[in-house]
C-alpha cells in the first residue's frame, strides 16, 4: 500500500503538488485562525490554576504555622507558671534559711525565675504579633485564592464556549489537513512544515505579487519569476525560503482572473517595440 501510495504522489505534476500544498495551507491558516479565537484562554486557565494551587499550599503552610506559634505560645504560660510557682517555693523557703549562704543561693534561684518569666513574656508576645501578622496574611491569601477560583471558573466556562462553538469546525478542518497531507509527498510535507513553524505570519507557501516575495517583499529575478509561472520545479525564495508560486495558481478551474492575466501577457507581447530615434 505504501508503494502504491508513493507511485501516485510521484505521478503528480508539480503545478499539482504547488496546488496541493497552497490548499493545506489555506485549511491550515483556518485551523490556526480557530486557535487564535481561543487566544490565551488555555494559557491563563493552566496559570490561574498553577496559582490556585500555589495559593492553597500557602494556605496549609499558613495554617501551619499558626497552629505551632499558638502550641509555643500555650506552652510559654505553662513555663511562666511553673516558674511563678517555682518563685514562690524558693521564697517561703527563704524565711527558714539558716545562713547567708543558703539565702543567696535562694535569691539566685527567684532572679533566674524572674528573669524567665521576663524572658517568656517577650516571647509570647513576639509570638503574638507573629500569629496577628499571619492570621492578617492568611485573609488576604484566602480573599485572592477567592478571587482566583472566580476567575478560573469564568475563564473556563469562557473557553468551553468558544470550543464548543468550534469544535466541529476544526475537527472537520484537521481531517481536511491530514487528507491533504497525505497526498504531498513526505520531503515536501517536512519543508512546508518546517517553513510554516518559522514564519513568523505562518505562511511557507506565497504567491509573487508584482514581482515580489509574497512573505518578505523582496524582488524576484525575472528568470526566476518566469520559472515560477511555468510551474515546471518547486522554487523557493532565497531571502525567507518560502515556497513561492504563480499568484493564479490556486485557481484550480481556470478562474477569468487568469485568464485575463494571460491574455495580457499576451498582448505586452505584441505590442510593437519602440525605437531609437537615428541621429
Known amino acids: 500500500m505504501a508503494t502504491n ?20 495551507q489555506r485549511i491550515d491558516s483556518e485551523i490556526t485562525k480557530i486557535v487564535t479565537l481561543r487566544g490565551e484562554l488555555p494559557l491563563e486557565v493552566q496559570d490561574l490554576e498553577d496559582e ?40 517561703d523557703q527563704m524565711q527558714d534559711v539558716r545562713n547567708n549562704r543558703q539565702y543567696d543561693a535562694l535569691s539566685k534561684e527567684v532572679e533566674f525565675q524572674n528573669l524567665e ?13 507573629i500569629i496577628k501578622e499571619r492570621e492578617v496574611l492568611m485573609e488576604e491569601t484566602n480573599r485572592r485564592y477567592e478571587d482566583k477560583v472566580a476567575d478560573l471558573d469564568s475563564k473556563k466556562s469562557e473557553l ?7 469544535h466541529k469546525d476544526e475537527e472537520a478542518l484537521r481531517n481536511k489537513s491530514n487528507k491533504l ?13 518546517r517553513i510554516r513553524d518559522n514564519a513568523r505570519n505562518g505562511l511557507a507557501v506565497v504567491a509573487v505579487d508584482r514581482d515580489a516575495c509574497g512573505g518578505c517583499f523582496n524582488k524576484i529575478p525575472p528568470q526566476r519569476h518566469l520559472d515560477i509561472r511555468t ?16 499568484k ?10 487568469k485568464a485575463d492575466y494571460e491574455a495580457s501577457v499576451e498582448a505586452q507581447k505584441k505590442k510593437p517595440r519602440r525605437t531609437k530615434r537615428e541621429e
Do not use: F
Open 231 to 246: 510551474r515546471k520545479k518547486i522554487i523557493v525564495c532565497e531571502y525567507c525560503g518560502r515556497i513561492l508560486i504563480d
Open 52 to 91: 490556585i494551587a500555589g495559593l492553597n499550599t500557602r494556605l496549609e503552610n499558613l495554617k501551619l504555622d499558626l497552629e505551632d506559634l499558638k502550641k509555643t505560645t500555650l506552652q510559654r504560660s505553662i513555663d511562666i507558671k511553673k516558674s511563678e510557682e517555682a518563685i514562690a517555693r524558693y521564697t
Open 248 to 257: 493564479y495558481i490556486c485557481d484550480y478551474d481556470g478562474s477569468q482572473a
Open 160 to 166: 468551553n464556549d468558544i470550543v464548543n462553538e468550534t
Open 117 to 129: 518569666i521576663e524572658l517568656q513574656k517577650k516571647k509570647i508576645g513576639e509570638a503574638q504579633r
Open 181 to 193: 497531507a497525505a497526498a504531498i509527498d513526505d520531503r515536501l510535507l517536512t519543508a512546508y512544515r
Open 5 to 24: 501510495n508513493n507511485e501516485k504522489l510521484q505521478e503528480l505534476t508539480v503545478e499539482e503538488k504547488l496546488q496541493n500544498l497552497y490548499e493545506l
